[in-house]
């Protein structure tokens, strides 16, 4: 099937790292993406992973590439309240680059 | 900037009813898409148009259809709602060409509630 596949809800600890997990089914996607959506708002490109990238980092933001696996995870470090939000993992098929998308998982910020 | 903006915001019709909602844009891309976002189910492609002149079915585009006015347009019309159109839209767009990865741009959605 054309499934990519999230947890819907991460909870951790302000000041604790978040890792957000992901699988996706096409190996011949180009990109893979993050995009975060917080509340009542569209969703924004948080970033991203050329498909020839085992890891990418982005000051707090780290992004994991297995192939083999088809597995994609976004870390971030010293997670803030800012970051609650609803985090959506895409990969891309075909010339027009469609996406696929995960549901969403809503990371939960704990005091 | 203004980027994507779609209206109206909020919305509530009757089973039956017709509507359209509007979206454009102003940072001159080439593809528009209109995607519908339900719980636990993430984003699902309604339609899209690659360029202006053209449009597309999507994964789901039942009960819908689209004009792409011109290259800043791009309009999702429901002729006849019923309630699993209970939703939120949300317009799209993304440049193809100068070596695009791939973003999209989106709106800020449009909720639509069909009783």
């Known amino acids: 099937g054309e499934d990519v596949e999230q947890s819907l809800f991460l909870s951790v600890r302000e000041g604790d790292s978040s890792v957000i997990n992901c699988t996706y089914t096409d190996s011949s996607s180009t990109y893979l993406y993050w995009y975060k959506q917080e509340p009542g708002a569209g969703l924004q490109l948080l970033t991203y992973i050329f498909s020839n990238m085992d890891m990418k980092q982005d000051q707090r933001l780290t992004v994991l590439l297995n192939k083999k696996d088809k597995h994609l995870s976004l870390r971030i470090a010293d997670t803030q309240t800012g970051d609650s939000a609803i985090y959506f993992c895409a990969e891309s098929k075909g010339s027009n680059y469609q996406l696929i998308w995960g549901a969403g998982t809503k990371l939960i910020i704990k005091p | 900037n203004a980027g994507v903006t779609q209206t109206p915001k909020f919305q509530v019709l009757k089973t039956g009813q017709s509507m359209t909602l509007q979206c454009a844009q102003d940072?001159?891309?080439?593809?528009m898409y209109w995607y519908r976002q339900d719980p636990g189910m993430g984003l699902r492609l309604i339609y899209y148009?690659?360029?202006?002149?053209?449009?597309d079915k999507g994964e789901v585009p039942n009960g819908y259809n689209v004009s792409r006015l011109n290259k800043r347009e791009f309009s999702l019309r429901l002729e006849s709602a019923a309630p699993s159109q209970t939703s939120v839209y949300f317009c799209?767009?993304?440049?193809?060409?100068?070596?695009?990865?791939?973003?999209?741009?989106f709106g800020e959605g449009s909720r639509l509630t069909v009783l």
């Open positions: 940072m001159n891309h080439n593809s």
């Open positions: 148009s690659a360029s202006e002149g053209t449009t």
């Open positions: 799209a767009s993304r440049p193809t060409s100068g070596g695009a990865t791939g973003e999209l741009f």
